[in-house]
C-alpha cells in the first residue's frame, strides 16, 4: 500500500488545509503574508505530503467534544424529573392522607352507630313511665297529668 504522502489530494482536501489556515490567522498563529503564500501553496498542492507541509508547524485540529444536545434541553430535562418526583411524593402523600382520613371516618361513624347505641342498650329494663295496674289505680292513685284522681 502505498504511503498517505504520496496519495494525490482532492479539492475537498485542499480546501479544508485552507480553511484550518484562515483559522490559524484568525488565532493570531500566522500573519497575512504567510497566510497568502501558504494559500497558494495549498491551493495547488497535488498530494497529501505538499498539504502535510503547509500546515506542519501548526498545532494539530482540536476535535471540539460538544454534546449534541444543547445546555438548555439537559437543564430542562433534569427540571422535569424533579417535577415528576415532586408530584409522585405529593401524590402518595394525598392517598396516605386520604386512607389516614377515611379511616378516622370510619372510626367516627362506628362510634357514633356503636357507641351511643351501647349506651341505650344498658337502659333497656329502665323505664320512666309505669304502667297502672288495678290495685294501684285505688285511692290513691293520680290521674295522668298528676293530679290525684277525683272520686
Not at 351511643?116 to 293520680?142: E, K, L, N, Q, T
Amino acid at each position: 500500500m502505498a504511503r498517505r504522502s504520496l496519495l494525490k489530494a482532492s479539492d475537498a482536501d485542499r480546501e479544508h488545509v485552507a480553511e484550518r489556515l484562515r483559522r490559524a490567522t484568525g488565532e493570531g498563529r500566522l500573519v497575512a503574508e504567510e497566510l497568502e503564500e501558504r494559500l497558494g501553496l495549498a491551493l495547488t498542492a497535488r498530494t497529501y505530503g505538499e498539504l502535510d507541509a503547509v500546515v506542519a508547524d501548526l498545532p494539530t485540529e482540536r476535535t471540539k467534544r460538544r454534546s449534541a444536545t444543547p445546555l438548555w434541553v439537559k437543564g430542562t430535562f433534569a427540571l422535569a424529573i424533579v417535577m415528576a418526583v415532586l408530584a409522585v411524593a405529593a401524590l402518595v402523600t394525598l392517598v396516605l392522607i386520604g386512607l389516614a382520613g377515611a379511616w378516622v371516618a370510619w372510626a367516627v361513624i362506628a362510634w357514633l352507630f356503636f357507641g351511643r347505641r351501647g349506651m341505650r342498650v344498658g337502659r333497656v329494663g329502665c323505664s320512666r313511665v309505669r304502667p297502672i295496674d288495678a290495685r294501684s289505680a285505688g285511692a290513691g292513685a293520680r290521674a295522668p297529668h298528676g293530679r290525684p284522681a277525683s272520686l
